[in-house]
């Protein structure tokens, strides 16, 4: 008798040790130098500097160094952007937790299956996380941490919050970042005069902006994408049949 309490008392003990170490060892690889996204405010994102004539309307000269980007407040943010960006990035971007299960499992079964970290299952939220604090290593840390600093940033910000930031923060290709420097760019126009064609190009770069830039080799298929990404807005109530057989010409 005296045995099996001793037993489970040393069960216990031995329980309660491995769980401090597994704690020790996701403080020391993941938490130790996560960021703290209530500082993101307070970042400092690279702008482009921008000298305009004695009207301020005419645009003479644009300084940048590595990113080339101008933040830009919503209400200069086209609906239609953030309807695309949804439609192809994360369709459940609304009522999920910062995170989507089915999305991580798929991937997580898709990586298993193909022995690499191919597929993220990211959502916007995760996406902002990587681009504003992380790097693009394919990591499984890189994962956890990206998945913990989502779900913190969802704690601080509205979903609408969450998505302007993510439309300002994003790569287009090269140097160019933000929808405002990617509609000039791309258009040679401000983000808030892009019909909706435009925005469903624009968010059909975003997955790969190398392979889909529209001075590559991949036309076909950024316009293909860029097709499917209206039939998507579509299908989700974003726009009317109508709008999408014009955007398609």
Known sequence: MKKNKLSKSALIFLIILLAVALSLVFYIFIMKDLPNPSQFENRKVAESTRIYDRTGEVLLYEIHGDQKRTVIPPEDIPMSARQAVIAIEDQTFYSH????????????????????????????????????FLTSEKTFTRKIKELILAIQL?????????????????????????????????????AKDLDIAETALLASVLQAPTYYSPWGTHTKELFDRKDYILEQMNKLGFISDKEMAAAKK
């Not at 998505?163 to 126009?189: C, E, M, R, V």
């Open 97 to 132: 937790p910062a995170f989507d299960i089915k999305g991580i499992m798929s991937a997580f079964i898709s990586n298993l299956t193909n022995r690499e970290i191919a597929q993220g299952g990211s959502t916007i939220t995760q996406q902002l996380a990587k681009n504003s």
């Open 154 to 190: 969802e704690q601080k910000y509205s979903k609408d919050e969450i998505l302007n930031l993510y439309l300002n923060q994003s790569p287009f290709g090269g140097n160019t970042y933000g929808i405002q420097a990617a509609s000039q760019n791309f258009f040679n126009k401000n």
